[in-house]
C-alpha cells in the first residue's frame, strides 16, 4: 500500500543552494538586521535607506537567475507604484477581510499579466460582445487582446490546500477569460503543510496523499500552475512536484505565481525544479527562524480564508461554502471543476 504521507525536509531543500546562493542570503541576512535597529525606536529616514538598499541588493541577485520574474524588478517604472499600493494594503495590519480578498485579486490580476501578455506580440485575438443597446439593430463591439492560446491552453490549475484555493481559481479564471475558447483549466489538489512546531533550519513538509484529489494522467506533458500567496521557504512546492516526478509524471513547464516571496523561497524552487519559473509581484529579503517572511504580511491563508478551528477543521467544500455568495458565483465555473475533480476521486 501505498505512503499516505511524504515528506521533504529543509536540508534536502538547502543541498539545492549554490555557495554564491548562500552568500547572498547571508548578505541580505546582514542588511535586514541592520535595518530592524530602526524599528525600535521607529526612525523613518533610516528604514527608507535601508529598504532601498535591499530593494537594489535583491535586483543585483534577481538579475543573475532569469526564471526569477519579479513584477517591480521585471516591468515599466510607471507601473511599480500599481505594484507598491497593492502590496502595502496587503501588508497593513488594518486591512480586512473583504479588502484582502478584493487587493489579493488585484495582485493575481497583474502577475497573469506579467507571466502571458507583457511581452509585445503581433498576434492578436477578438472579443465580440453582445450589448444591451437593440435600436435600431442589435449592436455588438470588438475588443482586441493578446492571443495567448499557445501559453494557456495545456495548463493546470495545480492547488496547495488551504490557502493558495482562492489564488489558485483567480489565475484559472484569467486564463478563461484570456482564452479564445472560454478554456477552464483541470484543477488537481494537493494537502500540503508544513510542520510549524519546528524551525526553518529543521523543517518539514508533509504532503497528505489522503486528502489530496488529482489525476495523474491529466497532469502529464501540461504546464502546471501554482499559485500560493506566500513563497516563503519552497519546500510545499518541491514536495509536490518530486512526489509527481516520483510517479513518472513530468510537466513541460511549472509556473509558480506568488503575492510575496521571500529570496531563500524563490532560489530554492529555481535550483531544485529546472523547469520552474517563479513569479512573484514583491520580493522580501529573510526568513525568521519559524520560516516566516521578513516584513510579510502574516498568514495570508489565513487573512483570505479566516482561521479554523483545529479540533474541526473545514473541509475544502465548508472552506468554499464559506467564501460567500459573491466570489461562489464569480468563479462557478471554476467551482463546478473543482466538484468534478474531488468527486472523480472518492
Known amino acids: ?87 502595502s494594503k496587503l501588508r497593513d495590519v488594518k486591512t480586512d477581510h473583504a479588502e484582502f480578498m478584493y487587493y489579493s485579486q488585484r495582485a493575481y490580476e ?16 477578438h472579443i465580440i460582445v453582445k450589448t444591451p443597446v437593440n435600436n435600431p439593430v442589435q449592436n455588438y463591439a470588438v475588443h482586441k487582446i493578446p492571443n495567448v492560446d499557445d501559453k494557456i491552453l495545456d495548463s493546470v490549475m495545480c492547488v496547495m490546500l488551504r490557502g493558495a484555493l482562492l489564488p489558485s481559481m483567480i489565475m484559472s479564471k484569467e486564463i478563461q477569460e484570456y482564452s479564445s475558447t472560454d478554456y477552464i483549466t483541470p484543477f488537481a489538489l494537493f494537502k500540503i503543510s508544513r510542520d510549524d512546531t519546528r524551525h526553518e533550519n529543521d523543517m518539514q513538509y508533509i504532503l497528505n496523499l489522503k486528502n489530496s484529489f488529482f489525476n495523474l494522467e491529466e497532469l502529464d506533458g501540461k504546464d502546471w500552475v501554482f499559485a500560493d500567496p506566500m513563497n516563503a521557504t519552497g519546500g510545499s512546492l518541491v514536495t509536490v512536484v518530486k512526489y509527481l516526478e516520483a510517479q513518472g509524471i513530468k510537466p513541460k513547464s511549472i509556473k509558480f505565481f506568488n503575492v510575496i516571496s521571500a529570496l531563500k523561497g524563490s532560489l530554492r524552487v529555481t535550483r531544485a525544479l529546472p523547469n520552474c519559473t517563479c513569479y512573484t509581484l514583491w520580493m522580501d529579503p529573510v526568513l525568521n527562524e519559524k520560516a516566516y517572511i521578513m516584513p510579510g504580511l502574516g498568514d495570508a491563508g489565513d487573512r483570505l480564508n479566516g482561521c479554523d478551528n483545529h479540533e474541526h477543521p473545514r473541509n475544502i467544500i465548508q472552506l468554499i461554502a464559506d467564501y460567500g455568495h459573491n466570489i461562489t458565483g464569480l468563479y462557478r465555473s471554476q467551482l463546478h471543476k473543482i466538484e468534478q475533480t474531488v468527486l472523480g476521486c472518492l
Not at 4 to 9: A, D, R
Not at 28 to 36: D, P, R
Not at 110 to 125: I, N, P, Q
Open 1 to 87: 500500500m501505498q505512503d499516505e504521507k511524504i515528506i521533504l525536509k529543509a536540508e534536502d531543500l538547502d543541498g539545492y543552494l549554490t555557495n554564491e546562493d548562500m552568500e547572498d542570503l547571508h548578505s541580505l541576512e546582514n542588511m535586514y538586521s541592520s535595518t530592524m535597529k530602526s524599528f525600535d525606536p521607529k526612525d523613518e529616514e533610516q528604514i527608507i535607506k535601508h529598504f532601498d538598499e535591499m530593494g537594489h541588493k535583491m535586483q543585483e541577485i534577481c538579475a543573475k537567475h532569469e526564471r526569477i520574474k519579479v513584477y517591480s524588478f521585471d516591468t515599466e517604472e510607471g507601473a511599480h507604484a500599481e505594484a507598491s499600493r497593492v502590496i
Open 110 to 125: 497583474m502577475l497573469f499579466r506579467l507571466a502571458y501578455t507583457d511581452e509585445h506580440s503581433d498576434k492578436k485575438g
